[in-house]
């Protein structure tokens, strides 16, 4: 797909939170943006505090692109709720990032047949894409970027076309606050809920 150059980096995207220096979702070190809002509404989905569309945080491309770039950072992962459903200004972030030679992984409950031009003009773009609706009677813990066996992983030409996935593993990262506020990003599995007040917990 050909890059656009001439890109508005002041478009800005409703989000949940960006996280930096991240493992956990993609190889390298990256910049998750965790979008607001998500049309799906899976059953069983642990993140229903981002299904709602109303503003967030709205950052723009420019602030994204310091980030990767100050962090030198190998690129952004774009995590939902549904990256998809705020297609427009997420092709020109994702359009950027490619510019600048930063890799791009996409994670989606939709499949390819659903898409309209602009979601598979992302999708093709980026480097890794996870895919599929989270089916809660298929859950299984230690897929790696996947929640239940039915989602699947497409591995694009590019850095990560030979990359391999490593099941077997249930991975959680802690963020801890210096207000006490405690994040958790993966599976909050029965263990660590015996180690938490899940009351101050963000998932």
């Not at 770039?69 to 459903?85: A, H, I, M, S």
């Not at 092709?91 to 994670?107: A, G, R, Y």
């Not at 490593?166 to 029965?190: R, W």
Request: include cysteine.
């Amino acid at each position: 797909m050909p890059l656009i150059r001439n890109l508005n980096k002041n478009i800005s995207l409703n989000h949940f939170q960006i996280i930096e220096n991240e493992m956990l979702y993609g190889p390298g070190k990256r910049l998750v943006l965790t979008y607001q809002g998500c049309s799906l509404h899976c059953y069983g989905c642990i993140n229903k505090h981002l299904w709602p569309f109303n503003a967030r945080n709205m950052i723009n491309i420019q602030t994204i692109l310091n980030i990767i770039k100050n962090n030198k950072l190998d690129g952004v992962t774009l995590y939902g709720g549904e990256p998809l459903d705020q297609a427009h200004n997420t092709l020109v972030l994702v359009n950027t990032i490619k510019i600048i030679d930063k890799t791009v992984i996409l994670f989606t409950g939709y499949d390819f047949k659903e898409l309209n031009n602009v979601q598979k003009k992302i999708w093709d773009a980026s480097d890794i894409v996870i895919s599929g609706r989270f089916i809660l009677a298929q859950k299984k813990l230690n897929l790696q970027f996947r929640g239940s066996t039915n989602q699947k992983i497409y591995l694009h030409k590019g850095k990560y076309k030979n990359y391999k996935i490593k099941d077997g593993v249930c991975s959680t990262v802690f963020t801890i606050h210096s207000n006490g506020e405690i994040i958790i990003n993966g599976f909050l599995t029965n263990d660590i809920i015996k180690l938490f007040d899940t009351s101050k917990i963000k998932k």
